[in-house]
């Protein structure tokens, strides 16, 4: 008969140290699991940050009827996405070196509905990144051409 605990975490929970053998703080800190841990706690943050930045000045592109702003958009959505996709990687590392350290009955688990949302996130902000970029450049390209009709 398998018993389960749920037990809720505090914000300062989240940034404790992780040891070497899960549970027993006499063991010593296991620094890789450590910095996986925060790091998978903090990348999602940096996206969003980023992704509201990127819109904050998507909107002043549109504002300015400038190309150069809708580039830095792509940019900071291509690096939101490094970060969610960096945030992924983080968990599964961090999930995989936790079950190496649990005792022989192997724990079964599946990743929940967060997990797929950010597997499914992270292509969607590299297609936005380039569809941003891409549609700066032939923008850029188009108004060149109509400056050039206008010239001559």
């Not at 961090?94 to 350290?101: A, D, N, Q, S, Y």
Request: charged share 10%; net charge positive.
């Amino acid at each position: 008969e398998m018993v389960t605990k749920c037990i809720s975490f505090s914000l300062s929970d989240q940034f404790m140290e992780k040891y070497n053998d899960p549970g027993n703080h006499n063991t010593g800190i296991d620094l890789n699991r450590t910095y996986l841990w925060r790091l998978q706690f903090l990348l999602p943050f940096v996206s969003l940050g980023l992704m509201c930045f990127g819109a904050l000045i998507g909107v002043c592109a549109c504002a300015c009827h400038s190309l150069y702003p809708a580039i830095a958009t792509g940019v900071l959505h291509f690096l939101a996405g490094l970060c969610t996709l960096g945030s992924v990687g983080c968990y599964v590392a961090g999930i995989e070196l936790l079950h190496k350290k649990l005792p022989p009955p192997p724990v079964q688990g599946q990743f929940g509905w967060s997990f797929c949302l950010a597997c499914v996130s992270a292509p969607l902000q590299f297609m936005a990144a380039a569809l941003f970029i891409w549609a700066a450049r032939t923008n850029r390209k188009e108004f060149t051409l109509l400056k050039a009709y206008r010239v001559a």
